[in-house]
């Protein structure tokens, strides 16, 4: 009886043990989890839209007169300034008809002399009625009938000295010129403007692209919308191998009406080209600011959950429960979802640790910081959620 007494107090104090263990691990304490305030703020409204780069200005050299091409004097592809001679036309044909004009000019001026002498003297003798009144009238008319013959001398002498200044075909505006369109040898000018080739100013550039009007619509309509004016905009383009281009444009043009083969509103912006490393006809993507939302949240995308009802957050509340909160998502914004509704100021949103928790259970908050891996200090790592299936969110949770 000795030996076993000790024996059955040390199984007693076993069971003891093992009882107050049990009744510990039954109530573990709320997990924790890493969270958000909610707090409105105002952030750029942005869309990325398809354009095509189209030069600033862009100029047709034609030829003005009639004549044979005798050489183009610019290189093909090169800049050339404003008023530089790009194309010579035979100018012989052109000297010839100044000189004609030139002379009929002179002779034009001999006869208005004549007139104006015999003119003066009906003046003088009409007093003394040595001329008869019709005498004197047909002198005074004859006076300005030489006089707007040499008018119209002098016009046709400077029609001829400008179609000669034709024959030198210049650069209308300052720029790039490209490929020749009519050899040397060839006549041009004759019943038209001749092509000979084209001036593209190359700095700045246009960026031409289009909203749908529909779109558009909406966001002048919502009421958390302030949309942006033209010469302010700022416009960042990406160009086609996904780099960003270092210089950003502004919006410059929107227009006013719906193109009605597209249904959609033509805008455009001006992009800086010093470099020259943009060029005409190539398409970008335009990354451009429309205007501001205001009011609205930025949530990390691993907060934003979905099931069949839509877009939902998990908050703590103030009774220090899981909460379900509807949102409304409009975007991503710098890797964060923009929350136009849903959420209010304050609202502890639940980033990290959200598969830990359940709705109507409590749970301890502390602040979330993304560290490298994107999870809170202390927590366990959050797998991002944004677009998880219904299905998968139920399991989620843990089971009662």
């Known amino acids: 009886?000795?030996?076993?007494?000790?024996?059955?107090?040390?199984c007693s104090l076993l069971a003891l043990t093992a009882c107050g263990g049990k009744e510990q691990a039954g109530a573990p304490p709320p997990p924790e989890v890493g969270v958000i305030e909610a707090r409105p703020q105002t952030v750029p409204l942005t869309r990325d839209l398809v354009g095509r780069l189209s030069p600033y200005r862009s100029a047709d050299v034609r030829a003005r007169v009639a004549g044979v091409l005798q050489r183009r004097v610019y290189q093909e592809g090169s800049d050339v300034r404003e008023?530089?001679?790009?194309?010579?036309?035979?100018?012989?044909?052109?000297?010839?008809?100044l000189g004609v004009a030139r002379g009929q000019l002179a002779q034009a001026e001999a006869s208005y002399a004549n007139a104006r002498s015999s003119a003066e003297r009906a003046r003088q003798l009409a007093p003394q009625k040595f001329v008869s009144q019709n005498d004197l009238d047909n002198a005074i008319s004859a006076e300005r009938t030489a006089a707007a013959a040499v008018e119209s001398a002098r016009a046709a002498v400077r029609t001829a000295e400008i179609d000669l200044g034709y024959a030198k075909v210049t650069a209308p505006i300052s720029g790039r010129a490209g490929k020749q369109q009519v050899t040397e040898g060839a006549l041009v000018g004759e019943g038209q403007a001749t092509l000979l080739t084209t001036v593209d100013q190359l700095d700045p550039l246009y960026a031409n692209f289009s909203i749908n009007s529909n779109e558009l619509a909406q966001l002048r309509a919502a009421a958390n919308v302030s949309l942006a004016g033209t010469g302010n905009t700022p416009v960042q383009v990406v160009l086609a191998n996904g780099e960003v281009y270092p210089e950003a444009g502004t919006l410059d043009f929107s227009d006013t009406s719906v193109d009605p083969a597209t249904g959609a509103v033509t805008m455009r912006a001006v992009v800086p080209n010093q470099g020259l490393t943009l060029f005409p006809g190539s398409f970008v993507t335009l990354k451009a600011k429309l205007g501001e939302l205001r009011d609205v949240y930025l949530v990390p995308q691993e907060a934003v959950l979905r099931d069949a009802n839509g877009p939902y957050v998990r908050v703590i509340g103030g009774d220090g429960n899981v909460q379900r909160k509807n949102v409304t998502t409009g975007g991503v914004q710098d890797g964060q979802w923009i929350v136009s509704t849903g959420l209010a100021a304050g609202d502890k949103v639940i980033v990290s640790g959200v598969q830990k928790v359940k709705e109507g259970a409590p749970a301890t908050a502390t602040p979330w910081q993304p560290g490298a891996d994107g999870q809170a200090a202390g927590a366990a790592p959050a797998q991002p959620q944004a677009q998880q299936p219904a299905d998968e969110a139920a399991k989620s949770e843990p089971a009662e």
Request: aromatic share 4%; no cysteine; charged share 20%.
């Open 83 to 97: 008023g530089q001679v790009l194309f010579e036309i035979d100018p012989a044909p052109l000297q010839a008809k």
């Open 1 to 10: 009886m000795r030996l076993h007494r000790p024996l059955l107090l040390a």
